[in-house]
């Protein structure tokens, strides 16, 4: 028999997020199998999952933090989806610290949010401290846009998903999670693919 024949292809670990109209933020982890969550601890459904991160109540630079984790964590989810052990992360966490000592400091910007585009390159969004409305893009080993406002990237990302349904069959909007969620400010939050429980 092989291992696949039961394999759904959303089992695994998987990272999940909550939020609560704006009372609290937070991350979660948890196994599917079957293509049911898992409750791995004997205790009741709720229960099933792991709070790797929360905030409440959130402020700003908090849905920022709450992407940057959840960029780590489905890594690693998908490092342990792949047959990878605890051992040999720490061991390449403990390699990488030798170079990479510190976060890449960026004064002036909090970050907004990162994801993977329809090119398959991985983006990252930061928005300008000063309430500006200014963004920066940097699309890692393409190119950095400086030039664009909230108003422009929000702009984008409604043409881009336009052209997604118009190839693809129309999905439930709930499968992308909440529609109306912002990002602590009052302005839309411009959240990339986004795994929702």
């Known amino acids: 028999m092989n291992s696949f024949d039961d394999l759904f292809p959303d089992d695994g670990f998987r990272v999940i997020r909550h939020d609560m109209d704006g009372l609290e933020i937070s991350l979660h982890v948890g196994l599917y199998v079957g293509g049911e969550l898992q409750n791995v601890f004997?205790?009741?459904?709720?229960?099933?999952?792991?709070?790797?991160?929360?905030?409440?109540?959130?402020?700003?630079?908090?849905?920022?933090?709450?992407?940057?984790?959840?960029?780590?964590?489905?890594?690693?989810?998908?490092?342990?989806?792949?047959?990878?052990?605890?051992?040999?992360?720490?061991?390449?966490?403990?390699?990488?610290?030798?170079?990479a000592q510190g976060p890449i400091s960026i004064d002036g910007w909090r970050y907004m949010d990162g994801y993977v585009d329809t090119e398959g390159n991985f983006t990252h969004v930061f928005l300008a401290d000063d309430n500006s409305g200014r963004v920066v893009r940097w699309v890692e080993g393409e190119f950095i846009d400086t030039d664009l406002t909230l108003h422009d990237l929000a702009a984008e990302m409604e043409e881009d998903d336009q052209e997604v349904h118009s190839q693809q069959e129309v999905r439930d909007p709930s499968d992308f999670g909440p529609q109306s969620e912002t990002d602590g400010t009052g302005l839309p939050a411009l959240l990339g693919p986004d795994t929702e429980g």
Not at 71 to 80: G, W
Not at 82 to 96: C, F, K, P, S, Y
């Open 42 to 99: 004997d205790s009741a459904p709720e229960d099933a999952t792991v709070e790797i991160w929360s905030r409440s109540p959130p402020q700003h630079d908090d849905y920022g933090a709450r992407q940057r984790v959840r960029l780590v964590a489905e890594a690693i989810c998908r490092f342990l989806n792949a047959g990878g052990t605890w051992d040999e992360l720490l061991e390449v966490q403990n390699r990488m610290q030798l170079v």
